[in-house]
């Protein structure tokens, strides 16, 4: 997506959410907010449609996690120091937490109410007496409000960012708590300060909240931590005792007694560890591996069924990220350069085998997408800001460059060639472009993943073609994290996701237990809804219309009592979705 579409995305967003207030608030106690209107579940809900509330518990589920990460050095998510575990939200609690069946809803966990004051400006909570911490002691105001200050003050950017216009955090009572906010975008404040963890302050006295920690944390949420070694695998076990577990927001939900994740620095360890059922759900990345990686007799012997399955939700981005804040980058002509360079189409055909297809936005495949010219209502919203937005903002969204596939890029790489001249580089002796001051265009490409090589080597070429002195920087996982952290990189090779984790991906369950586990479940808060609607669909087949499992091989496979499902999603950025049965090893 161009920086000017980014920019009229951005400006409608700012501008909706003055307009659109009205609707979110409430002006009484509800059961629930949403800034899109009325709530789908009545005050008096049993669950979320979308979970079965008699699901069994049990089982164990060993996985990858859909993070995608390599390693992890701290159980303190809410830093930036240091890599976090997967799955530390399982042990944290917030007020209200989200219905994954409306655009953006939360609903009551150990806040029983929410008050949005009739102008917007603040919004009260009242807590649930029984809310209490895995130590036994009781969820009060004020460790909801020091959550809030700690996070403000000592938190990542997107906690520091999204809570500057949240004035204060005030405990009424032992109970309720009431947050204050400033200026006239307030819409969505009320949602992101429900959403906070809840730290307990009696714990972080002793503990420092701004340092890396190996030692488990206090939480209220539903697992705590088992197992772990640093680096290699965190093992979370489900609290019997924990408080919220009959709630509406959380029955026929949490019912794995444990959940694993395996940490593996190589994606091809990765892929023979989820063949041999080491791992029992995993994302492939990796279009090569899902075209030929999965030539196994589990497939040929129909032990390994691949299917599609719509899916329209917002993906997002895997890529090139191009670190503007050097100043190599800050003209716009440059950046358009290097997207002229990149040779998508030749890409696809000969490394991705045509799994992909190309995004245009950050939003793609959302309505926030930008398709068109702007309608003359969102001509009006942007005419306050005409004269501070470029021009384009008003002109057809831009859309990446379209090569014929060939690997002969010459027009693009002409037309990027012309772009760097006009920005101040020129040709010197040794055919490296050179600005004004006799510095080369240096650019470093900096990955820590061995199967980017392929892909970035030939973007390299493309690109000293047009006199670029370009480079690939490979370092281990901890490396790249240090250096994306303090911004000491030209372009990045990484995935970015709104809800949806953008490529080729392989998610696979294998459920040793799964014949006590043959009903509707919801994977814990590892998977979305639609990997939980494809296990519902899989294990519980009479509850999915004119669907029936797949013949059994001759080794009893999905035989009702022997049966070991594995669910696999296959999701290029278009979506098709893969599911697969593997029986027991």
Known sequence: MSRSTRMRTTSLIVLLASTLFAAAAAAEPRHGLSVFGELKYAPDFKHFDY????????????????????????????????????????????????????????????????????????????????????????????????????????????????????????????????????????????????????????????????????????????????????????????????????????????????????????????????????????????????????????????????????????????????????????????????????????????????????????????????RDKPSPEELALLAPFKDALSPAVFDTPYLPPVSDGSGNNRDNLKKARDLLVAAGWTAGADRFLRNAKGETLDIEFLMFEPMFERITGPYAENLKKIGVNASIRMVDPAQYERRMKSFDFDVSTQRYALRLTPGIELRSYWGSDAAKLDGSFNLAGIADPTIDALVDKVMAPNRVPNWSPPPAPSTGCCAPATIGCRIGIKRPTTSPIGISFLGPP
């Open 51 to 370: 979970v079965n509330p008699d699901a069994p518990k049990g089982g164990r589920i060993v996985t990858m996690g859909t993070g995608g990460a390599n390693t992890f050095d701290t159980f303190n998510p809410y830093i930036l120091k240091g890599d976090a575990a997967q799955g530390l939200e399982f042990l944290f609690d917030s007020l209200l937490v989200r219905a994954d069946d409306e655009p953006d809803a939360v609903y009551g966990l150990v806040a029983e109410t929410a008050d949005v004051a009739a102008d917007g400006l603040s919004v009260t909570f009242k807590l649930r007496p029984q809310a209490k911490f895995a130590d036994a002691t009781p969820v009060t105001a004020d460790d909801v409000v020091f959550s809030f200050t700690t996070l403000k003050e000592k938190g990542r950017p997107e906690y520091t960012l999204t809570l500057r216009d949240v004035i204060t955090a005030e405990a009424l009572d032992a109970a309720t708590v009431r947050y204050t906010f400033k200026g006239k975008l307030t819409r969505d404040l009320p949602q992101i300060v429900a959403t906070l963890p809840i730290l307990s302050k009696a714990y972080y006295t002793n503990e420092k909240f701004e340092e890396t920690t190996l030692k488990p944390p206090l939480g209220s949420g539903p697992y705590a931590i088992k197992d772990f070694k640093a680096g290699t695998y965190v093992t979370y076990a489900r609290r019997a005792d924990y408080w919220a577990k009959d709630l509406p927001v959380n029955r026929g939900r949490f019912n794995f007694d444990e959940i694993r994740f395996d940490y593996y620095r190589d994606r091809n360890v990765e892929l023979e560890a989820i063949k041999s059922a080491q791992l029992d759900f995993r994302e492939e990345f990796t279009s090569v591996n899902w075209a030929t990686g999965y030539d196994i007799p589990a497939v040929k012997e129909g032990r390994l069924i691949k299917d599609t399955l719509p899916d329209a939700r917002p993906s997002g981005a895997q890529g090139y990220f191009i670190n503007t804040r050097r100043d190599k980058f800050k003209d716009v002509g440059v950046r358009q350069a290097l997207d002229l360079s990149f040779d998508f189409e030749w890409s696809n055909k000969k490394l991705f085998y045509g799994l992909y297809k190309r995004t245009g936005s950050f939003f793609e495949n959302s309505d926030m997408m930008a």
